[in-house]
């Protein structure tokens, strides 16, 4: 937050919409307002409760064997980006980001999207009050 | 900023604080940009403060 506020910002506040970096500063905003780390609350708030046992910021070494390799384009070939053994995904992240970076599974995302087609808000539970 | 591809210190002040509906609404005034990488000053700025936030996650940033 301290590197960020060095940074003018883009546009006057309410005026103009932009992309993802609001979603790390609510995450930084989660993790003061409940003093839990963002991980820490998202078990808890949401991964439990919907049963999603294989999401987080990172695999952890027991599970390790089941990441996937990732691979990006360069040069018109694909080259491995990251290895799941000593990858990115393989620790704990210095910074918790509220916009990206959490690993999960077919089946967990899948919990998570049958939630927001829950067919009222009731249904989802917790997870979404509409506002007054 | 006056102009997003003006210079980085060619500011005028905020009309408001920003709320936490500008928080959740993505409208407090940073964001990804879409210009190709480096092009713009604010660009160069933010690289150089080697943080998250304003392109892919990376586990080893902060």
Do not use: H
């Not at chain 2, 920003?18 to 928080?23: F, H, P």
């Amino acid at each position: 937050m301290r590197r960020l506020g060095t940074l003018p910002l883009f546009a006057q506040p309410s005026e103009q919409w932009f992309y993802t970096t609001g979603s790390d500063i609510q995450g930084v905003l989660i993790a003061r307002a409940s003093g839990a780390a963002l991980g820490d609350f998202l078990a808890e708030r949401v991964f439990g409760p919907l049963g999603m046992v294989d999401t987080g910021f990172f695999v952890p070494a027991p599970k390790i064997d089941r990441l996937t390799t990732a691979y990006q384009p360069k040069d018109g070939k694909i080259i491995v980006s990251d290895e799941p053994v000593g990858g990115k995904w393989s620790r704990s992240p210095r910074f918790e980001q509220g916009d990206a970076g959490l690993v999960s599974t077919a089946n967990d995302y899948l919990a998570f999207a049958r939630m927001l087609l829950a067919p009222d808000y009731t249904t989802a539970g917790n997870f979404f009050r509409p506002l007054p | 900023m006056r102009r997003l591809d003006g210079p980085v210190d060619g500011t005028v002040p905020a009309k408001r604080s920003i709320t936490v509906e500008d928080l959740l609404t993505f409208r407090l005034g940073w964001g990804l940009l879409l210009n190709p990488p480096g092009t713009l000053p604010i660009q160069q700025a933010i690289a150089k403060l080697d943080i998250v936030g304003f392109g892919p996650p990376d586990p080893q940033c902060i």
